[in-house]
C-alpha cells in the first residue's frame, strides 16, 4: 500500500471519480457533477487558489485507489486568525484504517513542511464550502451543497488522533410540523419593533446586489468561528455558479430605514436532480435542470443567513424564515433544511425549534495539533 501524489491529469481524475466505485452501492450518495469538481480544484479557475494552495494525494493497495485527501494551505485564514493552521479536505477512503492512517500521514508531512503546527477538518476547500464530517443523521440523503460520509468514517478520522473542534447542525422543517401561529406572531412583532422590510434580489442589478451581500456577509460573520473574508473574486465565482439555479421567490435582502441590513436565500435541493445525472450534464442530464423541472422540486435548502452586527440580536432571521415558509407552502414545497448552523449560534438555533424545526444531522469539524 503507498500513497502518491496528485501531479498529472490523469490522477486528478482518478481522484475525481474514486467516490464513484466508493459509494455505487449507496443510495443516499449524491453523485457531484465531474465538471464542477473540476473547475473547483483548477488554482486558474477558482480564485481561492490565489491566496491558497493544495497537494491532493491517492493511497493505492495493490494498486488499486483505496482512498484519497486533500491538503490546504489556507494564508489568508491565517493572516486574520493569527495561527499556523492547516486544513484537510476531500476525504474519502475505503474501510481499511492502514489506508487512512497512510493519506492523514502524508497530508501532516505536507503542513509540516509549511511550518504549520495544527491541522483542522474537513473542508472542502475552505469553510465557505461543503464542510464538516456527518457524525449523526446518516439516514438521509444530503441537501444541495451539503457533504455525505458514511458512518465508519467517524472512527477512521478519529483513529488519527482527532478531537471535536466544533459541530454544525443541520435542521429540518416539515410543513406538518410548522408553529404558524408561533411564526407569524413573532415576526410580526419583530417588524413592529425593527421597521425591517423584505425585499427580492434584483436580478436586473445583480453585481451590485452581489457586492451589497459581501458587504453584509463579511461584517455579520467576522465574529463566527473560523471567519475568513471572502473576495470580490470568490463572491462573483460563487455568485455566477448560483445564479443560473437561483429562484426569485428564494432571495431576499432586509432593509431597515432604507440601509439594507441583512439577507438570506435558499435552493431547491438540486440533489434530486443530480442523482439522476450520474456525474454529468451530458448527454441528457442537463434536462433536470431547466427552470420548469427546478420549479418541480419538493424541496429547499436555506443556504445563507446574514444580519449585520448590530441587528443580530433583533430576532430578524425570523421575519426571512416567515417569508420562506410563506413562499415555499403557496408553491408545494413540503419540507426545508435549515443549514450549516454553528452548535454555539443560539440566535438562529433557538427560534428553528421553536418553528416546529428538528435536528435531524450533525457535521464535525475536527482539530489535532501537529
Known amino acids: ?4 501524489r496528485v501531479a498529472e491529469p490523469a490522477d486528478l481524475e482518478t481522484f475525481l471519480r474514486l467516490p464513484f466505485r ?3 452501492n449507496d443510495t443516499r450518495w449524491v453523485p457531484p457533477l465531474l465538471s464542477v469538481e473540476r473547475k473547483m480544484l483548477d488554482p486558474r479557475r477558482n480564485p481561492f487558489y490565489k491566496h491558497a494552495e493544495a497537494q491532493h494525494f491517492i493511497v493505492r493497495s495493490e494498486g488499486r485507489p483505496a482512498g484519497r485527501i486533500s491538503a490546504i494551505h489556507n494564508r489568508l485564514h491565517n493572516e486574520v486568525q493569527k495561527d499556523k493552521t492547516g486544513f484537510w479536505g476531500y476525504f474519502e477512503c475505503e474501510n481499511d484504517p492502514l489506508a487512512a492512517r497512510l493519506l492523514f500521514s502524508a497530508v501532516e508531512d505536507w503542513m509540516r513542511e509549511r511550518g504549520l503546527d495544527r491541522l483542522v477538518g474537513p473542508v472542502n476547500p475552505s469553510i465557505n464550502d461543503p464542510c464538516g464530517l456527518l457524525v449523526d443523521g446518516f439516514g438521509w440523503s444530503p441537501f444541495v451543497l451539503m457533504p455525505y460520509n458514511p458512518a465508519f468514517y467517524v472512527p477512521l478520522v478519529e483513529a488519527q488522533g482527532f478531537k471535536k473542534e466544533i459541530d454544525l447542525f443541520a435542521w429540518i422543517l416539515v410543513h406538518e410540523a410548522l408553529q404558524r401561529d408561533k411564526i407569524d406572531r413573532v415576526a410580526e412583532a419583530v417588524e413592529q419593533r425593527s421597521g425591517i422590510r423584505l425585499r427580492p434580489l434584483d436580478f436586473s442589478r445583480f453585481e451590485s446586489e452581489i457586492r451589497l451581500i459581501q458587504e453584509i456577509y463579511n461584517d455579520g460573520w467576522e465574529r463566527n468561528w473560523g471567519f475568513v473574508p471572502m473576495t470580490d473574486e470568490e463572491v462573483r465565482f460563487m455568485a455566477l455558479d448560483l445564479k443560473p439555479v437561483l429562484l426569485p421567490w428564494f432571495a431576499w435582502i432586509a432593509e431597515v430605514g432604507g440601509r439594507a441590513v441583512g439577507f438570506a436565500f435558499a435552493l431547491p435541493d438540486l440533489n434530486l ?3 439522476k445525472c450520474k456525474g454529468s450534464l451530458l448527454p441528457f442530464g ?7 423541472n427546478l420549479k418541480k422540486i419538493p424541496t429547499f435548502r436555506i443556504v445563507a443567513l446574514g444580519l449585520r452586527k448590530e441587528y443580530q440580536h433583533l430576532g430578524l432571521g425570523t421575519v426571512f424564515y416567515r417569508r420562506f415558509i410563506e413562499e415555499g407552502l403557496k408553491r408545494g414545497y413540503h419540507s426545508a433544511e435549515l443549514s450549516w448552523i454553528l452548535e454555539s449560534n443560539d440566535l438562529m438555533n433557538r427560534p428553528i425549534r421553536l418553528m416546529g424545526g428538528t435536528h435531524y444531522k450533525t457535521y464535525r469539524i475536527y482539530r489535532k495539533s501537529l
Not at 1 to 4: R, T
Not at 286 to 292: A, D, G, I, V
Request: charged share 20%; proline share 6%.
Open 1 to 4: 500500500m503507498n500513497v502518491e
Open 22 to 24: 466508493l459509494y455505487e
Open 273 to 275: 436532480a443530480l442523482k
Open 286 to 292: 442537463w434536462w433536470h435542470f431547466l427552470p420548469f
